[in-house]
C-alpha cells in the first residue's frame, strides 16, 4: 500500500498522494503543511508625531496618552 508523500508521515494515500489528514489540509489551506493560518499581530505606533513607541492606550504611549489627555482637558 502506498503511503502519504508528506515527510514524516506514513500513514495510506486517501487522495492525490495524501493520506486523509494531509488531504483535508491541502483542501482547506491549499497546502499539506498549514496546520492553521497564522493570526499576524498588528502592532500599533503611538500617534504622536515622531515617537515610535508601541501604542498603548487609544493609540498613544503611555507618556503621550497622558500628555494629550492633559492638553485636551486644558482646552476647555
Ligand atoms: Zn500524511
Ligand atoms: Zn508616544
Given at each position: 500500500m502506498d503511503i502519504c508523500s508528506m515527510e514524516n508521515c506514513n500513514k495510506p494515500i486517501k487522495a492525490k498522494q495524501l493520506c486523509s489528514m494531509h488531504h483535508q489540509r491541502m483542501?482547506?489551506?491549499g497546502d499539506p503543511m498549514t496546520v492553521r493560518p497564522r493570526k499576524e499581530k498588528i502592532k500599533a505606533t503611538c500617534?504622536?508625531?515622531s515617537c515610535t513607541k508601541d501604542a498603548a492606550t487609544k493609540?498613544?504611549?503611555a507618556k503621550h496618552y497622558?500628555?494629550?489627555r492633559v492638553m485636551a482637558s486644558n482646552k476647555g
Amino acid at each position: 500500500m502506498d503511503i502519504c508523500s508528506m515527510e514524516n508521515c506514513n500513514k495510506p494515500i486517501k487522495a492525490k498522494q495524501l493520506c486523509s489528514m494531509h488531504h483535508q489540509r491541502m483542501l482547506r489551506h491549499g497546502d499539506p503543511m498549514t496546520v492553521r493560518p497564522r493570526k499576524e499581530k498588528i502592532k500599533a505606533t503611538c500617534k504622536w508625531v515622531s515617537c515610535t513607541k508601541d501604542a498603548a492606550t487609544k493609540g498613544y504611549c503611555a507618556k503621550h496618552y497622558y500628555i494629550q489627555r492633559v492638553m485636551a482637558s486644558n482646552k476647555g
